[in-house]
């Protein structure tokens, strides 16, 4: 038996008109991404020159967009018109930096006294000084630790990779420690030198030196 429809045709037609009556939602259109000025623009590069001066000389807590401007003597909306973001800016800058820095490094460890660039190079305050400002920033920026991470990562393992030539093993020293251990103890009398603590400076120095010095005379001796 067939069940005829309660609708009649007048009330589906009036329906129909009703729903297609009915205001449609429209999407919004998407955002064109933000137009940014050029990097190789003077104005670009006075204010990576501004924050390395706030970096070194107060510290990453002084690189806010108004000292920012005022250091590079430039008007704030400036700074977001070359970086999307603060951390856009200190990622640029630390590229600007390590791309300096880290080729001088290579150089140095190739030189055939490698122990002694690591030493050397983690005792040099001003720039060991802007390191650790790196990375303090990077505890709160991810876009910045992933930098700094890929680029520490790089460095660590030509240190490895150049002290592996002579310096195999030594006891129970592997290259690795031997890069790590140098590395941390510069790094420290850095740090504790910045706050005016020097107590026994002068004697890990001594021994350091002495102990860099027997490594590399044996190395040669191995040679």
């Given at each position: ?30 955002k064109?991404?933000?137009?940014l ?34 250091v590079?003597?430039?008007?704030p ?38 122990l002694?660039?690591?030493w ?39 240190q ?47 021994f ?11 190395a040669?001796?191995?040679?």
């Open positions: 038996m067939r069940v005829k429809s309660s609708s009649s045709p007048g009330k589906t037609a009036a329906r129909r008109r009703s729903v297609e009556s009915r205001p449609r939602s429209i999407k919004a259109p998407k064109a991404a933000r137009k000025g050029r990097e190789r623009s003077e104005t670009r590069a006075a204010l990576l020159v501004a924050a390395e001066k706030l970096l070194r000389k107060e510290g990453h807590a002084a690189v806010t967009t108004r000292r920012l401007a005022s590079a003597k430039l008007k909306q400036l700074i977001h018109y070359y970086f999307r973001s603060m951390d856009d800016l200190f990622v640029a800058l630390w590229h600007q930096i390590a791309n300096r820095t880290l080729d001088v490094h290579f150089k140095a460890l190739a030189s055939g006294h490698p002694r660039a690591i050397d190079s983690n005792r040099d305050a001003r720039e060991t000084t802007l390191t650790l400002e790196f990375m303090a920033l990077a505890r709160h920026r991810k876009a910045l630790r992933r930098e700094l991470a890929k680029d520490g990562e790089r460095y660590r393992q030509r490895v990779e150049l002290l592996s030539k002579d310096f195999t093993k030594r006891g129970e020293l592997s290259p690795t420690v031997l890069a790590i251990l140098i590395t941390s103890v510069s790094r420290m009398l850095v740090m504790e030198s910045a706050v005016g603590l020097s107590h026994g400076h002068d004697e890990i120095f001594r350091v030196e002495g102990w860099l010095g027997r490594l590399e005379s044996s040669l001796s191995a040679r």
